[in-house]
């Protein structure tokens, strides 16, 4: 199965955002690309983080939902629209949700992300509770394509540092990680952590990132990446928009198992 990451630049117009996507998500499926994966706050990076909670759309409605839902149907894709600000349990927070769309533009999973981004650094700073609502559960979809199914595992970003959570997805064949990693936390960690997910749980590791230069200031990483089932990158962008193209194979998985079948040798 052919699948992509569209790595964006995101700003502070919903509008243009929404543009640059739907234009990444065309040309990835134009290339083959069934299963297409947009990063963290793909919609808006805002110049304060309130503005995620006054962009919050309520579950089900809203122009972000309605452009991905026809994006999807219109490019006959499976579509992981990175995270969508939806309304929380009050008015001083928001959702960082990771919304799937089927072929038929439907919602096929939802996944909150559960944990969320501490860190302090000079003027660097970033307190994610401050106004996202943490979500609670582990979420998988399976995704049908004409080669057959996959078990798709759903995270986000601050997700990879917690490798319990990827246990609770019962071995998926792909986790998708939408993210917005900053550059200094990026640098150091980010390739070591999505390799010791790929192996630790014998799959393929999509992570779509925001990368370079963004309107408010921020900095972050890029580098979107493809990673077998063996830790091994099959393709990568490093810096700025663009997409991501690269092939999963069902029979990569399975001989990484077979060889190697640490996933049966679990005793905790």
């Known amino acids: 199965m052919r699948i992509a990451a569209c790595q964006m630049v995101s700003g502070t117009n919903i509008d ?15 290339s083959g690309a069934e299963l297409v994966v947009l990063p963290e706050y793909f919609s808006l990076m805002p110049a304060s983080d309130k503005d995620w909670v006054a962009a919050a759309e309520t579950f089900g409605y809203g122009p972000v ?7 999807a149907k219109e490019a006959q894709i499976w579509l992981v629209a990175g995270t969508i600000p939806l309304k929380a349990d009050d008015d001083q927070h928001f959702i960082d949700a990771c919304i799937v769309y089927n072929p038929s533009g439907e919602v096929a999973a939802r996944y909150d992300k559960i944990h969320l981004f501490q860190f302090e650094r000079g003027d660097e700073h970033y307190e994610e509770a401050q106004t996202t609502q943490a979500g609670s559960e582990v979420k998988t979809v399976a995704i049908e394509t004409w080669e057959g199914a996959w078990k798709v595992g759903l995270s986000v970003c601050f997700d ?3 490798p319990e959570l990827f ?11 939408p993210a917005a990693f900053t550059s200094f936390t990026g640098r150091a960690h980010w390739d070591p ?7 630790e749980n014998q799959c393929y590791v999509l992570a779509c990132a925001q990368g370079g230069n963004h309107e408010n200031g921020r900095q972050t990483w890029g580098h979107s990446i493809l990673i077998d089932p063996w ?25 990484t198992r077979d060889i190697l079948p640490a996933l049966k040798s679990r005793a905790l």
């Open 16 to 30: 243009e955002n929404i543009h640059t996507a739907k234009s990444l998500i065309d040309s990835a499926a134009q």
């Open 65 to 71: 939902q309605k452009a991905m839902s026809q994006a």
């Open 160 to 162: 990879l540092r917690f």
């Open 167 to 177: 246990r609770k997805l019962d071995t998926p064949d792909i986790i998708t990680l």
């Open 193 to 199: 952590l999505l390799r010791a997910r790929a192996i």
């Open 231 to 255: 830790g091994a990158t099959v393709a990568e962008l490093t810096q700025g928009e663009g997409v991501l193209l690269a092939e999963v194979q069902a029979g990569r998985i399975k001989q």
